[in-house]
């Protein structure tokens, strides 16, 4: 960890995410299976194979990941970190998704408000030594004037941090969530504030998924850290992976889930998608009563229309996320108990992690709804126009980072208004299928611009100067 070059490792490009790529579970009889880590951080870096030589750093999250990290279990040029549970719990539920993601999303509302007590600064401590577990292992494994590639609001503490570490490697922090307001941001502690901007500055290029987060974080740096300093910041517009996607959505495991879906489904019926995280920023809840209202107002849509959402699980540590979970599958039954029949269930609700059933309705689909209160970009937005088999309209959120690219091709919808986006439905389940089918191809070309590995190569590039 000293910068002598004795202790300097090897890798010359290097990853850190506190999700990786794995996740490891324990099988009954004790081997260890591994499944794709879930999100939208995993699909983006995904495309950085053992080809680009990159060497993976991120945490152990699960009791299956700890023991492979014991066995010695894990996958070429990814380095899994076993931090101490307790203090690993600490810093992505307690600060990174209760207060971070919080902040960035602007999720409080009463009664749910930030409590900045001892037990706030207690977490705020693990949240610093989860960073500098990062840092280093980090000074550890890279080569002199390595290129280090810093993920996320986990983490950004960890540019600073390594920096004192090792001054002689490249340094970047890219956020794959929204940048909050000056207002919203110094709602944090000023003291913790100042930390999470000056540790994120140790960075030589800061990088965002739009304009809009990159603006919103210099003007906090303006506000609060007497600006950017040395630091560039750059925005790269994180793009769907349509090699990956259409290869993948047409293997057997997705053809089998496709057939029991339309069985589900019926015959003839427009198909409405969702897929997300078991998130409260992606506003399940309001899609769910928009659909409602859409039955309600629009009788003509009943038995013609079913609507697919898949949530799969996440962050459910939490208790407002499982309260959360919990809500989402009370409406879509109260829907379904207000107006399905014999032969309809307006609402197919899955609560469970499917890749490759994700990947089915995807084909299926011919309106995607994504409506989140605030996303960093929001990759479902530009998987779905790839995959659906016969083109599909986008409802969309402005307040997601795709909508600055999608935009135009799509019905645009505030949030918050559940009857706006009740009308955004029917004007997209009411689209001509040649006009739909256009629409789908401008919106898959502009999802497509910037495929992951370019994203990343770009990244690097510009990194290396
Ligand atoms: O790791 P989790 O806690 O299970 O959460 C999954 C990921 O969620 C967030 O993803 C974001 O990244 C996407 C790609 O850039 C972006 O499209 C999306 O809008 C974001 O929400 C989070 O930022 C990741 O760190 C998580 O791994
Ligand atoms: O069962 C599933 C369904 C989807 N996805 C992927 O999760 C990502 C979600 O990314 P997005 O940017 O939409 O949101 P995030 O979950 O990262 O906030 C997409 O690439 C999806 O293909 C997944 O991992 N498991």
Redesign the pocket.
Known sequence: MASTSSSFGAAQVLVA???GPVSYEIQEDGSLRSKRG???????LSAIGPDAGALWVCSALSDGDREAVRRGAGEDGVRMLDVPADVHADAYNGIA?SVLWFVHHMLYQTPLEPVFDAEFRRQWASYEAFNRAFAEALAEEAAEGAAVLV????LTLVPGMLRELRPDVRISHFS??PWAPVEYFRMLPDDIAGQVLRGMLGADRLGF?TRRWADAFTACCEALAGGLGETVVGVHG?GADADFLRKRSREADVDERMAALREQIGEGRKVVVRVD?TELSKNIVRGLLAYRRLLADRPEWRERVVHVAFAYP??QDLEVYRDYTAEVRRVAESVNEEFGTAGWTPVVLHVQDDFARSLAAYRLADVALVNPIR?????VAKEVPVVSDAGCALVLSREA?AYEELGEDAFVVNPYDVTGTAEALHEALSLPDGERAERSKRLAAAATALPPARWFLDQLEALRG
Request: a positive charge; hydrophobic letters at 20%.
């Open positions: 995410s506190n999700r879930g999100g939208g951080l995993v699909s983006g998704n993920q996320d609001y986990h794959h969530t998924l994180l995280r996440s962050r996303d960093g970009m929001n990759l980072g």
